[in-house]
């Protein structure tokens, strides 16, 4: 068996940040990855590749549509184009099981789904980290914002994060690059909806993208990697794809774990690896499925599983709600380039004070979304034909503008995932994934589509409609469909009550960590990811002195 010092379950965003951390304090570690290898720039094959040399244009592939036969469940996400789809998972390669439908969005290569991430990042507030002991909803988050602001900073000013500064408590301020430019639809209703809405704010997104050099990554073509290259430069790091997790080993006399049992996609050869520290980033789904997989005798249910929560309080941001509008007039303005990001509207409901507070649900939501002009395709709705309408459709079409809510979902004990009957080609008991909206959900929704109608009709906005997608049991807006899936390891003051502490550590076995989403406790209504980077630095810094100290 070959030893490390530390083992890297996951390649993606919290692994990578795992990797840089772990090798950079001086230990050899192994990366596990169950995916393919991939190299940065070499191959991303289709990353400059114009649309039209694509055979459907670069389209966006749903079910059951050319491109995506192969994607049955992938295919649900919007994000799901031509030219991005080697990027995410054959679904044959993971089956689940879904009691009521949820969309697990996976990706399968070295890099993980941060090849396929949005790169939206904002900062939780106390609002956020005090929310289930101020509502009694879940339990109390072990950490405040003062324990994860410096690593909030650590990270933005490691990686680059655009945005503006705003002043505002339950959106903390980060370490900021320029912020990128709104254009002038965003411009007006910004202008409008501030105007009406003094409490309420629409800025452009924060966004892991650079907008001046760092590092040697320059701005100018928006995409960038950084943490693998940073681990990779230490001469520590041995990444492994094709390989699988199977489970954990755990020795009982020493109460540690001592190794992970690997499946060789490929051959399907089972190895062994041991390691003094292992950190847990596989997603927060396939986390749950290691450690529900990982039983002995004194962990029957899944290691580190004393309190039976392991696998519970399952979350995802609920979304596909909102309204869009036209505008009319500035046809002088355009835009060009690709601008990889839209526009903000920070939460202003349920922010602790009587003017904010609802009396029909508790959290709240923010909006992202943009303005744009549509384009020549429109002309397929629109009466007129010959030279009159080419004429007319070589000019871009009227300005709309969409806001789309993403609101916050409650940690509750009946959303969970547990081994079912079924095992995948390797023998591994697939998961069995019980999801739905509750009533404070459902009620949020309403306020979703209501307020972003209200907002952009103060705005000046005309022909306002909204929608919502979500329908009960079927397709839509069901739980997964976020990709900002949370809990099922979750972090609390008590080992009786919560899989992890403080710092990402297992209650129970002290060499283990979790620091992917599966840790946490509640879901906020931002984008998770830039948390689970803080919280995953912070974490290895804390493992690393342990270790020296010889406490694992």
Not at 325 to 349: K, T
Request: aromatic letters at 10%; a neutral charge; one cysteine or more.
């Amino acid at each position: 068996m070959i030893s490390y010092d530390a083992i890297v379950i996951g390649s993606g965003i919290t692994g990578g940040w795992a990797a840089k951390e772990l090798t950079e304090r001086g230990l050899q570690t192994l990366m596990i990855e169950r995916g393919r290898n991939v190299e940065h720039r070499k191959d991303y094959v289709t990353e400059h590749k114009p649309a039209w040399q694509f055979p459907l244009r670069n389209a966006r592939l749903a079910v059951g549509t050319q491109g995506a036969q192969e994607y049955p469940i992938q295919a649900r996400t919007g994000q799901f184009h031509e030219s991005v789809k080697h990027f995410f998972i054959k679904d044959h390669r993971n089956p689940y099981v879904e009691d009521t439908p949820f969309t697990w969005i996976q990706g399968d290569q070295v890099g993980g789904k941060s090849l396929i991430w949005g790169r939206q990042v904002y900062r939780w507030s106390d609002l956020d980290f005090e929310a289930n002991l101020r509502d009694g909803h879940g339990v109390d988050w072990p950490i405040r914002y003062a324990d994860v602001a410096p690593w909030y900073s650590y990270v933005e000013r490691f990686i680059g994060v655009s945005g503006e500064k705003l002043g505002l408590p339950q959106l903390p301020d980060g370490e900021f690059q320029p912020p990128m430019e709104m254009n002038g639809g965003e411009k007006f209703v910004k202008a409008g909806l501030e105007r009406a809405f003094p409490d309420r704010r629409l800025t452009i997104g924060r966004v892991a993208i650079l907008t001046q050099a760092l590092n040697g990554r320059l701005p100018c073509h928006y995409c960038q990697a950084s943490t693998l290259p940073a681990a990779r430069a230490t001469g520590r790091l041995t990444i492994l794809p094709n390989s699988l997790v199977h489970s954990l080993i755990y020795d009982a006399a020493t109460n540690r774990v001592t190794g992970v049992r690997v499946v060789d996609t490929n051959t399907k050869q089972t190895r062994e690896y041991s390691g003094r520290l292992v950190f847990l980033c596989a997603s927060t789904l396939a986390t749950a499925r290691v450690l529900l997989n990982s039983k002995s005798a004194r962990f029957p249910n899944g290691l580190a599983n004393s309190s039976g929560v392991l696998g519970r309080y399952l979350m995802d941001h609920h979304f596909r709600v909102g309204a869009s509008g036209v505008i009319e007039g500035l046809l002088d303005h355009y835009y060009q380039g690709n601008r990889p990001n839209g526009i903000y509207v920070p939460r202003f409901r349920n922010l602790g004070d009587d003017a904010s507070r609802r009396s029909d649900y508790v959290r709240g939501f923010g909006y992202q979304g943009g303005a744009s002009r549509q384009g020549w395709a429109r002309g397929g709705g629109e009466p007129g034909f010959g030279v009159e309408l080419k004429r007319k459709l070589h000019d871009p079409g009227r300005w709309t503008m969409g806001l789309t809510g993403f609101g916050e979902c409650l940690p509750r004990a009946d959303n969970y995932v547990e081994l079912a009957d079924q095992t995948d080609e390797f023998g591994i008991p697939q998961l069995r994934v019980h999801c739905t909206w509750s009533d404070n959900e459902l009620a949020m929704r309403k306020d979703m589509a209501a307020s972003a109608a209200e907002m952009l009709e103060a705005a000046g906005c005309k022909e306002v409609r909204t929608y919502d997608a979500n329908r009960a049991g079927a397709l839509g807006a069901e739980p997964g469909l976020a990709i900002h899936e949370m809990g099922t390891a979750r972090m609390g003051r008590d080992p009786r009550t919560s899989v992890l502490n403080a710092h990402n550590q297992a209650h129970d076995v002290p060499n283990l960590f979790v620091t992917d989403g599966a840790c946490m406790a509640s879901s906020s209504c931002v984008n998770p990811s830039i948390t689970y980077m803080a919280l995953t630095a912070r974490a290895c810094d804390y493992a690393v002195a342990e270790l020296k100290r010889g406490n694992l």
